[in-house]
């Protein structure tokens, strides 16, 4: 959302005209104002360019984007208490068995995917499904990103391959550990995550062979 935002706009709205949305929302926690900044100046330049609001290209299609910040609850990372926080209440959890596209924000049906998947819509519109499919691993298709922090060399955000090592991440994209240190664990998923042992340096990262070792994927955290 700082370096791109276009990508997920064009996402969003190739999305909408799917299954015939008419507005999004872009939800920000308020600690990440460039996010906001950046996210903002896109939406007014989309729309000055004709590709979002009425008519957009002279296709009939109308389809606008509104940013809503939210106050940091962690648990607003859950999509019921995300729209609960859109629509202006205490962001928590609703029952399971009323599903969101039936039923999501202000009782419509809704479609709430993270940045990430939006962002990687008008490529795979653009070079086909056969290109996306031969990237990453068998069950993982596709690339993921990571941040990188913690007790490690080369901290940041990171775009791989499925399937790649931890190893490849730890030692061959952040730079191993400091003063030649051991390297004792890697923490994946957040909270509801797990810590993966040295022993599973070798182990490649992608959705099924994370839950194997007792972990998995979450928001790309790597600690």
Known sequence: MEGNPHSVLEGMVIGAYAVGGHQGYIYIRNEYPLAVKNAQIAIEQAEKL????????????????????GGGAFVCGESTALMASLEGKVGEPRAKYVHTVEKGLWEQPTNLNNV??????????????????????????????FSLVGKINDTGLIEVP???????????????????????????????????????????????????AGSMMGSGGMI
């Open 50 to 69: 004709g590709l979002l609001g009425k008519n957009i290209l002279g296709s009939g299609f109308d389809f606008s984007v509104k940013i809503s910040r």
């Open 116 to 145: 990430e998947t939006w962002a990687n819509v008008p490529l795979i519109i653009k070079n086909g499904a056969d290109w996306y499919t031969k990237i990453g691993s068998e069950g993982s298709k596709g690339t993921k990103i």
């Open 162 to 212: 499925m399937g790649v090592t931890l190893k490849d991440i730890i030692y061959g994209i952040g730079g191993g550990i400091p003063e030649g240190k051991k390297f004792k664990a890697v923490q994946t998923g957040g909270p509801s995550g797990g810590c993966i042992p040295e022993s599973l340096l070798d182990l490649p990262v992608d959705f099924d062979e994370l839950d194997k």
